[in-house]
T-cell receptor, first 117, second 111 residues
Framework: AQSVTQLDSHVSVSEGTPVLLRCNYS??????LFWYVQHPNKGLQLLLK??????LVKGINGFEAEFKKSETSFHLTKPSAHMSDAAEYFC???????????????FGKGTKLSVKP | KAGVTQTPRYLIKTRGQQVTLSCSPI?????VSWYQQTPGQGLQFLFE???????NKGNFPGRFSGRQFSNSRSEMNVSTLELGDSALYLC??????????FGNGTRLTVT
């Protein structure tokens, strides 16, 4: 069965230190993978996407993620956290690797990132 | 281009009432989907519309319904509201294989 697991429900870092948000997926197909960020009372904003091109994907606001097929992982990283990065982050897998129904998207439970001054 | 617009931003209703939420997708996007977000259940897919037809449906009771108009704008309706329907309702649009673009949501509180 297809699934996506965000390994930490809450991550806390100090400003200026690295960020690591972990995501593992399970898919019978070659997946498309996404990271979204959600600030309080806002919708989800796309950070980056992987669609079987380069395995290291660069996104907005200095975030990047590496697709590792052998580990079925798609962890999100940032070298230096900023206060404005405090938000909730969602890992999303599209279990069908072609345009189609949004019912094929599986959302992780989310990781809440706190950034301490 | 304007983003996905959802109205209203906040709603307070009482149990047993019904509610209609509205979503205007990004211009040119024909696919609109709806999600319910709660602290306990996270993001749950409600349904998706494409060219005025429901293309997929999540696991929600029949009290939750939707429709899409010829200009791709969409509405969702919840009848006979229950306390558990309190949530942030998110609308997202896309075209083809592009990623989802989300609106800022409608916060529904049922008292």
């Amino acid at each position: 069965a297809q699934s996506v697991t965000q390994l930490d429900s809450h991550v806390s870092v100090s400003e200026g230190t690295p960020v690591l948000l972990r995501c593992n997926y399970s898919s019978s197909y070659s997946p498309s993978l996404f990271w979204y960020v959600q600030h309080p009372n806002k919708g989800l904003q796309l950070l980056l996407k992987y669609t079987s091109a380069a395995t290291l994907v660069k996104g907005i606001n200095g975030f990047e993620a590496e697709f590792k097929k052998s580990e079925t992982s798609f962890h999100l990283t940032k070298p230096s956290a900023h206060m404005s990065d405090a938000a909730e982050y969602f890992c999303v897998v599209n279990i069908m690797n072609y345009g189609g129904s949004q019912g094929n998207l599986i959302f992780g439970k989310g990781t809440k990132l706190s950034v301490k001054p | 281009k304007a983003g996905v617009t959802q109205t209203p931003r906040y709603l307070i209703k009482t149990r047993g009432q019904q509610v209609t939420l509205s979503c205007s997708p990004i211009s040119g996007h024909r696919s609109v989907s709806w999600y319910q977000q709660t602290p306990g259940q996270g993001l749950q897919f409600l349904f998706e519309y494409f060219s005025e037809t429901q293309r997929n449906k999540g696991n929600f009771p029949g009290r939750f319904s939707g429709r899409q108009f010829s200009n791709s704008r969409s509405e969702m309706n919840v009848s006979t509201l229950e306390l558990g329907d309190s949530a942030l309702y998110l609308c997202a649009s896309r075209e083809g294989n592009s990623p989802l673009h989300f609106g800022n949501g409608t916060r529904l509180t049922v008292t």
